[in-house]
């Protein structure tokens, strides 16, 4: 908790930055929800600047996350809403992030619905347990316009229940992509995000190769991911030498 408010502004604003646009007013309905929040490094964070003005405090919240996980800090990713039953994330189309007709890249557009489902889930996670991106489907119905794009992620309190109660578990967790410059009903992209969590301690064991020889068949996919996520790792540190 003490390395996330380290990573909080020395300077409080009540403006949005310049980049983000006036459509971040855009409304989304939030589920209901009688559930309080759980306690871990994020639902803290967020207690400690809830009674911030929304402008400062999702101001805030995007710098302290965009440096809790920097390569999704360095897109520009917004965090206008984060509350445990929902998260909405935005980003604008400028050059950084736009494919070479002009709109929002395919990948940037996955990164912004991997960052809301990701949020959401770890916002409802308990401290011990570990969360790993399982898989992911992303189809595009028609042409993204070429202003701001929005990730929706919800959960409703049965969802958050089963993550509770579920100490190690897999989840498909809903994400709507919303198409801020654009008239259509039609939904642009369909995105369907599988998540994972297991228990800290057992993913720590199976890295020192202490964990128990009886996995069961459906803990096989969650190894590879890990394996692959090590391997990743080792590779990016030895670039960096």
């Not at 994400?175 to 009903?185: F, T, Y």
Request: hydrophobic content about 35%; overall charge positive; some cysteine.
């Amino acid at each position: 908790m003490s390395g996330l408010l380290k990573k909080l502004p020395a300077k409080l604003t009540n403006k949005l930055p310049a980049k983000v646009s006036d459509s971040t007013k855009y409304s989304v309905e939030k589920p209901s929800s009688t559930l309080k929040p759980i306690s871990n490094q994020f639902t803290k964070l967020l207690s400690v600047t809830k009674y911030l003005p929304a402008g400062a405090r999702s101001s805030i919240l995007s710098k302290a996350f965009g440096k809790v996980v920097p390569y999704v800090g360095t897109t520009g990713i917004y965090y206008e809403t984060v509350e445990p039953n929902q998260v909405v994330v935005s980003l604008n189309n400028n050059k950084a992030v736009q494919n070479h007709i002009g709109s929002i890249h395919a990948v940037a557009i996955t990164l912004l619905a991997e960052t809301a489902t990701g949020f959401i889930l770890g916002l409802n996670l308990p401290s011990d347990r570990i969360l790993l991106i399982k898989s992911y489907s992303v189809n595009f119905h028609r042409p993204i316009k070429k202003g701001q794009i929005a990730a929706v992620a919800s959960l409703s309190d049965e969802q958050r229940l089963d993550i509770l109660n579920t100490p190690k578990g897999e989840m498909i967790i809903p994400c709507v992509i919303k198409d801020r410059e654009s008239d259509s009903d039609r939904d642009p992209i369909v995105v369907e995000m599988t998540w994972a969590w297991i228990p800290k301690a057992e993913l720590e064991a199976r890295r020192q190769g202490k964990a128990s020889e009886k996995f069961s068949e459906d803990d096989s996919k969650t190894e590879a991911i890990i394996e692959e996520s090590d391997a990743s790792s080792t590779q990016n540190n030895s670039a960096d030498k």
